[in-house]
Each structure stands twice: as C-alpha cells, then as structure tokens.
C-alpha cells in the first residue's frame, strides 16, 4: 500500500531462507501487498506457494486471495478460489459477490447470494 512492495517480499524471501517460520498470517499480508499493485506473476507464484504449504484450506489465506485476484479484476481467478475453499465465512461470500459485481457480473453475484441464502448464512441487511 505504501509503495514497499520489493522489500516486504524481501523479508518475506529472508523469513522462508534463513527461519522458514512463514505461517498462514505472513501468507496473508504479503498477499494483501500484492492485492495492490500489480504484480499478478508474484501472486500467482504466492499462490502456488500457499497451496505448497496446505494453507489453502485456512479461510483468511483464501479470502486474501480472493480479494488479490478482485483487486486485479480478475474474476475468474477469485471464483475458482472460491469453489476450492473447503470452508466459508461471510467474507468469502460478500467478497465474491463485490467481485462480480465490480467485474460487472451483476446475475452471478445475484445468483452467488441465492446460494448463500441457501446454505443458511445470514444476510446482513
């Protein structure tokens, strides 16, 4: 966000090199750094990385890369993240839903809060 994007990714490369204690919540900030600015070849590669570490099943991860790939206008990417999370919360729901809407997707995100709906999460008005 405040332009130091290279070197959060280097204390990222330092952290996995020298302790390799990443865990899921260093996973999820560098991926919200990459969520804005526009480097979708490092988020792809976090990505792979995530999924490497098995934090692809941890909500926060996924919802963060959710959110990365909406924030690239990739919608496609965001809702194959979507149908792979084993779990979700209403962040993952109402972010999906923004993405489409933003992507100008307006009937999926209609019919993705029907599905909500029908999985018994609550709709907040």
Known sequence: ????????FWIF??????????????????????GHVDHQKWGRGIHGLVVKMGFDSVV??????????????RSEEA?????????K?????????????????SLDALRLLCSMIRTGKSVNY
């Open 1 to 8: 966000q405040n332009g130091h994007f290279e070197e959060s």
């Open 13 to 34: 490369h330092l952290m996995r090199h020298f302790h390799d204690e990443v865990n899921s919540t260093t996973v999820s900030t560098l991926l919200s750094v990459l």
């Open 60 to 73: 926060c991860v996924c919802n963060t890369l959710l959110r990365m790939y909406a924030g690239a206008g």
């Open 79 to 87: 809702e194959l993240v979507f149908n792979q999370m084993p779990a």
């Open 89 to 105: 919360d209403l962040i993952s729901w109402n972010s999906l839903m923004a993405c489409f809407v933003e992507d100008g997707r």
